[in-house]
């Protein structure tokens, strides 16, 4: 998907326009040698379930007819048993500035086989799973609260975003019945802001928020990241 690109891009030129030449990171991600520093993981859910019945998997996989399939994208599933699982992926950014702030646009190309109009269990496979953006000084995690896997940022629920997550839509594919496509998702006008540790480190997150109890199967086919210092010009 070249839209993608041409966002991230667009922005980097605005960047540099500018009185003042601003520091700028770029991530750019399209998993076709791996996972390339992005780890998977999920939350919201008991510690007493049975894990099998979740269905949590991911790899790098073909994608499907009618996209490209000789491309490769993450492909990470969950089933919802608990009516609100955060599937969410995390990738680690060194080397800024621990005394500055930052500003953090995301671009995302996700392949989906949910269309608009689709039915299922507790809400659409498509327009009841939203995906979310953001960045921490702290690492994403899942932590053990009250015999509940909870999620260690503030991301909001289901289609409320939070403090350190933001929701850039959900994860219908501008079809009207049911076959795959890759759609784009982005944040060109809501920057997530964030400081960066001591140690000049952030951690990336982007995750799906569901309220669908059923399986969900997505493909991250890109993600593109630009990180650029905040100026007040």
């Known amino acids: 998907m070249v839209y993608g690109c041409i966002i991230l891009a667009t922005i980097s030129v605005w960047a540099c326009n500018k009185e003042e030449i601003v520091s700028t990171v ?24 049975d894990s099998s019945t979740i269905e949590f998997k991911y790899n790098v996989s073909k994608l499907l007819a009618p996209a490209d399939t000789t491309k490769k994208g993450l492909r990470v599933q969950s089933h919802n048993r608990s009516d609100d699982m955060f599937m969410y992926i995390k990738k680690k950014i060194t080397g800024l500035d621990s005394t500055k702030t930052y500003e953090v646009f995301f671009s995302v190309d996700l392949g989906t086989s949910y269309h608009a109009n689709s039915i299922g269990i507790g809400g659409s496979p498509a327009s009841s799973v939203y995906l979310k953006v953001g960045a921490s000084p702290k690492e994403p995690a899942k932590v053990v609260k009250d015999g509940f896997y909870t999620f260690n940022l503030d991301k909001g629920n289901q289609m409320e975003g939070g403090k ?27 920057p997530v802001g964030v400081k960066p540790n001591g140690k000049g480190e952030i951690w990336l997150c982007i995750g799906t928020d569901s309220g669908f109890e059923g399986l969900s199967v997505l493909y991250y086919d890109r993600v593109g ?6 100026t007040t010009i």
């Not at 770029?26 to 859910?45: I, P």
């Not at 990241?225 to 905040?230: F, H, P, Q």
Request: proline share 2%.
């Open 26 to 49: 770029n991530v750019e991600s399209n998993f076709e040698t791996g996972l390339e520093g992005w780890s998977v993981d999920l939350a919201e859910y008991n510690t007493s379930m």
């Open 164 to 190: 350190e997550l933001i929701t850039i839509g959900d994860v219908a594919n501008g079809l009207t019945e049911p076959g795959f496509r890759v759609v784009n998702r982005n944040n060109l006008n809501k």
């Open 225 to 230: 990241v630009l990180i650029r210092e905040k």
